[in-house]
C-alpha cells in the first residue's frame, strides 16, 4: 500500500515562501509521476505541478507559473513544492498524488491519480 504524508504548510504574509514536502513509502517512488494539486473551500481540487519519474520534465498550472518549483529527491522518497510570491487566491489544502500508471506524461487530471496524502493546509494573508 502507497502512502503519502505531507508537510510545510502554514501561515504566510503575501509575498512570502513555504516549502512543501510529501514523503512516499511503500511503493517504488524512482517509478512513479507525483503530481501537487490543491482545494480551496467550496472549489474543486485542481492541479498544480507535476514531475516526471526522472525529474526530467515538469508541467505547472498557468497560475502558478513562475512562481512555483516542484523537484523530487528519489534516494529520500521526496517530492517537494517550492511556492514563492505567495498570494491570498493560493490559499487550500495543498495535495500530493502518485499517477501509478503514467511515467513520463504528466497528466493533470485528478482522476488519473492514484494515490494521495491527507493534505497541508497554507493560509496566505493579504
Known amino acids: 500500500q502507497v502512502q503519502l504524508v505531507e508537510s510545510g504548510g502554514g501561515l504566510v504574509q503575501a509575498g512570502g515562501s513555504l516549502r512543501l514536502s510529501c514523503v512516499v513509502s511503500?511503493?517504488?517512488?524512482?517509478?512513479?509521476?507525483m503530481g501537487w494539486f490543491r482545494q480551496a473551500p467550496g472549489l474543486e481540487r485542481e492541479f498544480v505541478a507535476g514531475?516526471?519519474?526522472?525529474?526530467?520534465?515538469?508541467d505547472y498550472a498557468d497560475s502558478v507559473k513562475g512562481r512555483f518549483i516542484i523537484s523530487r529527491d528519489n534516494g529520500k522518497n521526496t517530492v517537494y513544492l517550492q511556492m514563492n510570491s505567495l498570494q491570498p487566491e493560493d490559499t487550500a489544502v495543498y495535495y500530493c498524488?502518485?499517477?501509478?500508471?503514467?511515467?513520463?506524461?504528466?497528466?493533470?487530471?485528478?482522476?488519473?491519480?492514484?494515490?494521495w496524502g491527507q493534505g497541508t493546509q497554507v493560509t496566505v494573508s493579504s
Open positions: 498524488g502518485v499517477d501509478v500508471l503514467s511515467s513520463r506524461t504528466i497528466r493533470r487530471e485528478r482522476r488519473r491519480y492514484d494515490y
Open positions: 511503500g511503493g517504488t517512488f524512482s517509478r512513479y509521476l
Open positions: 514531475i516526471t519519474w526522472s525529474g526530467g520534465s515538469t
